[in-house]
T-cell receptor
């Protein structure tokens, strides 16, 4: 991917509200797409990934993401968030290039869930 | 049991010093990575090792030298530390090389917070 753009650096939302975290990428070839979550003072852990097949991918903790090839997007959604979802969320894209696959991470979106 | 562990968790040191960060994974993975996360949370790969062999070496100053004594360990040694080296350094592992398949899930350690004064 030439670039991975997470359109929102911060998303504040009230508990039990729905949320969408946006991710767009630029690439002219097929890609694999990932969402990782980083809780405070921890390493990243995988939420979900799209490799092929159904464009709607379900992950852990009630999150899902939809791959849209025409819009080169992979937005992350959750219908009802909890306080414990407060974290940094990273979109990542793996693209085949010279020498192998290269994975690029977006700059992250901080989700802040308020009571 | 922690899957990917790093030591130390925090490291505060003076400019010009040399320091090392250790990483161990007990997942039986073949590939390990070092990432640098800057103050804006931007995550950038530094190195990747597959079965103790260096396979990715991004544009990183020569002051940074990774060493993999076996496939379960990947250490990072930094010489002549500079203020700009202050960051969180993450170790990660995957079953096989992300560079080969592109599909691999990476498992990250908790990070080492380095502050250079």
């Amino acid at each position: 991917a030439q670039s991975v753009t997470q359109l929102d650096s911060q998303v504040p939302v009230f508990e039990e509200a729905p949320v969408e975290l946006r991710c767009n990428y630029s690439s002219s070839v097929s890609v694999y797409l990932f969402w990782y979550v980083q809780y405070p003072n921890q390493g990243l852990q995988l939420l979900l990934k799209y490799l092929s097949g159904s464009t709607l991918v379900k992950g852990i903790n009630g999150f899902e993401a939809e791959f849209n090839k025409s819009q080169t997007s992979f937005h992350l959604r959750k219908p009802s968030v909890h306080i414990s979802d407060t974290a940094e969320y990273f979109c990542a894209v793996s693209e085949w290039g010279t020498g192998g696959f290269k994975t690029i991470f977006g700059a992250g979106t901080r989700l802040f869930v308020k009571a | 049991d922690t899957a990917v562990s790093q030591t130390p968790k925090y490291l505060v040191t003076q400019m010009g010093n040399d320091k090392s960060i250790k990483c161990e994974q007990n997942l039986g993975h073949d590939t390990m990575y070092w990432y640098k996360q800057d103050s804006k949370k931007f995550l950038k790969i530094m190195f990747s090792y597959n079965n103790k062999e260096l396979i990715i070496n991004e544009t990183v100053p020569n002051r940074f030298s990774p060493k993999s004594p076996d496939k379960a360990h990947l250490n990072l040694h930094i010489n002549s530390l500079e203020l700009g080296d202050s960051a969180v350094y993450f170790c990660a592992s995957s079953q096989s090389s992300l560079g080969t398949s592109g599909k691999e899930t990476q498992y990250f350690g908790p990070g080492t917070r380095l502050l250079v004064l």
